[in-house]
């Protein structure tokens, strides 16, 4: 049978439950996912030669990896090809681009040292969205916006600004919102002797930073929590509470990171209650195993529990939503490839659910019923729909895909 046959005979068994296959396929056409740039070199970077810092680790040693702009621009666009939809890229500070020999340091970044990145995302009709990078530098090697040294936090206020003011540059000229999201490594190994002074001092740079003048209908700033990094086991400044309460108070956005809570904690449970206090709200959507290992996102159970919130909740126009891992110990495109069409599985999968009768359900008290209907759904035709979509997006309906990107390694990668 034909893609289009099996679409057909799926459409008419969702249409039985109530469930549009031709709405779904649009609304999922319509979710822009944020492609997190440092997959492609796990997290290095352009503008320093050290190692990854601030307790987070990419492992692995895969041949390939992107060592320049113009590298990790063609590996991007190799993993676009079998994407299906519009989406947008995430950059770090990190990955400015000095053209003609000159260097800024992180403080010192501008607009023009991102128009590399401007051009490359206006020729392919991608948003952009931007992290500061508070890590991989001399002046990260202990604190940074909680920092007691005036001069090592002043550097770190000054960079925060400075993302801002770039975000803003990447708005106007896309004509889309940017996301800026502050996340700080800042903790300790061993128990603190003072909890509260650090967190003050983020606080207080945070308040700084923000106070600047910058278009607010453009740039969205967010604040990422943690829970612990590797040799930051005792404390970390910014925890769960802190973000949650300074986005409150600031009016900035909370971003939660699924891998960022203790191991049985699940962001799924979370999102209801941020969407009720909170206008908007930004996810990093990552895979810990056993800790924040930031493994590829898979299919899985949580995946579609995250994507089924957004969906039910109708709150995918009031979220930011992002990738955030680094598996350097496979093809990093097909990474990126596997990541980003999971997540957009995990969304037709919630959007082709008859989330009303279910409600329904839950709210008469039909346990049996509601459990029976849940799982019967797993069985439905799902792969025909999203076989569909691809087809008439134009990528790979299924795993040939890795046919052309090996193909790629061949003729590009294993030669770096
Ligand atoms: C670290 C945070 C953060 C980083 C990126 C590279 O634990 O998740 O989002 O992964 O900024
Ligand atoms: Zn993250």
Redesign the pocket.
Known sequence: MSTKERYESAREMYKKIGVDTGAAIGKLNDIAISMHC?QGDD?RGFDHDGPLTGG?QSTGDYPGRARTPDELMGDIDEAFKYIPGRHKLNL?ASYAVFEDGEFADRDRLEPKHFRRWVEFAKARGLGLDF?PTYFSHEKSAGLTLANPDEEIRRFWIDHTKACIRIAEYFATELGQPSLVNI?IPDGLKDVPADRYAPRARFKASLDEALAMDYDKSKVYVSL?S?VF?IGLESYTVGSAEFGMLYAKGAGILPLI?N??YHPTELVSDKISSMLLFNEKLAL?VTRPVRW?S?HVVRFDDETREIAKELVVHDAIDRTFIGL?YFDGSINRIAAWVVGMRNLQKAFLFALLTPNKRLDVLQDTEQFTELLVTQEELKTYPFGDVWRQYCAQSGVPEGEDWLTAVKQYEKEVLLKR
């Open positions: 440092w997290v987070i770090h992290n996340w990422e943690k990094g990171d891998g960022h990093h924040d930031d955030d």
